[in-house]
């Protein structure tokens, strides 16, 4: 540690790093006032030591308006990794009273069907029943996000580019295929070809058109030259689904999800059937969060079923 950083680090008060958390996360220093339940003097006054000690501007306050400085905002996405470590300091230190105790926060996106994670998650249960979980549904973007800001254990999302913040690994790759639902009119024919679906009204991921890390699909929707307008999106599976099945256009389903729906009438196939895009959705931590006992031994379950099972075997067709 370099001299001036050591005196920054003695010389600043914690307590400032949590005020301007909450004046930023409140929206301003009247609500952060209401929150913290002491006067708006007593916030600015923090702030203002907090810029004092920092030497730089961090708010950008004017009548009707508050914005953070570049510098400020800097400072904010450090200020939540650090009370994300503070929040789980009782849990970590609880766990490391017994073997294997804790809880484990998994951000995923939606519709994850992965039966190779489900069993190495079933045989994790039994080996440690004392462990609690939550998980969390939401879009591959945010998963991403929590994981940064100390928020998430463990993410299961789709990757377009490496982050070198994060450790990923392919979890499992799987295939994207067009279906329609029972009121469409090609639905239960046998005689479609790529002509026919031209120009069809589609629904598709919110991830799709942003040219997210879906674009692959978004390229076979191209490729049979779908309707260029979505008549519905949605960054949730079953939500993508539910349109398709009421008909609102053809969307794209991974296949190995879709079968039972399939099976089901509820879901009909259309071209092309060949060549379907691959999509591989990816187990993420992040290496600068401390993990508890429990998440430690869960990432290590995770981390061996992957080296020990081939991605072959982790592609569902």
């Known amino acids: 540690m370099r001299p001036y950083e050591e005196r920054f680090l003695w010389r600043l008060d914690w307590n400032l790093l949590r005020t301007f958390t909450v004046v930023v996360e409140r929206g301003g220093v009247t609500?952060?006032?209401e929150f913290m339940n002491l006067s708006q003097p007593t916030i600015s006054s923090a702030l203002k030591r907090l810029e004092e000690t920092t030497e730089k501007r961090l708010l950008d306050r004017r009548p009707g308006h508050f914005a953070l400085t570049p510098t400020g905002e800097t400072l904010y996405r450090e200020c939540v990794?650090?009370?994300?470590?503070?929040?789980r300091l009782p849990g970590l230190m609880a766990a490391a009273e017994t073997d294997v105790t804790g809880h484990i926060a998994i951000a995923m996106t939606s519709h994850v069907v992965c039966p190779h994670f489900d069993a190495a998650m079933a045989c994790f249960n039994t080996t440690y029943p004392e462990v609690t979980y939550s998980i969390s549904i939401t879009d591959s973007a945010e998963v991403l996000s929590r994981l940064r800001q100390n928020q998430a254990s463990i993410g299961l999302c789709l990757m377009r580019e490496d982050d070198p913040l994060l450790d990923d690994r392919i979890l499992f790759r799987e295939f994207f295929g067009l279906f329609c639902g029972p009121p469409h009119r090609l639905f239960g024919r046998s005689d479609i070809g790529i002509e026919d679906v031209s120009g069809e009204r589609s629904v598709s991921f919110q991830t799709e058109l942003e040219n997210g890390p879906l674009y692959l699909v978004r390229q076979l929707r191209e490729r049979v030259n779908l309707h260029p307008e979505p008549h519905g999106i949605s960054a949730n599976l079953p939500e993508v689904r539910r349109m398709i099945i009421t008909g609102m256009g053809i969307g794209a389903l991974p296949v190995h999800v879709a079968w039972r729906d399939l099976d089901a009438g509820l879901l009909w196939q259309v071209p092309p059937k060949d060549n379907l895009p691959a999509v591989e959705i990816h187990f993420v931590v992040n290496p600068r969060r401390s993990l508890n006992p429990a998440e430690t031994a869960f990432v290590r379950t995770i981390h061996e079923m992957i080296a020990q099972?081939?991605?072959?075997?982790?592609?569902?067709?």
């Open 309 to 317: 099972t081939s991605l072959e075997e982790r592609t569902y067709r």
């Open 81 to 87: 990794m650090i009370f994300g470590s503070i929040s």
């Open 31 to 33: 609500r952060a006032a």
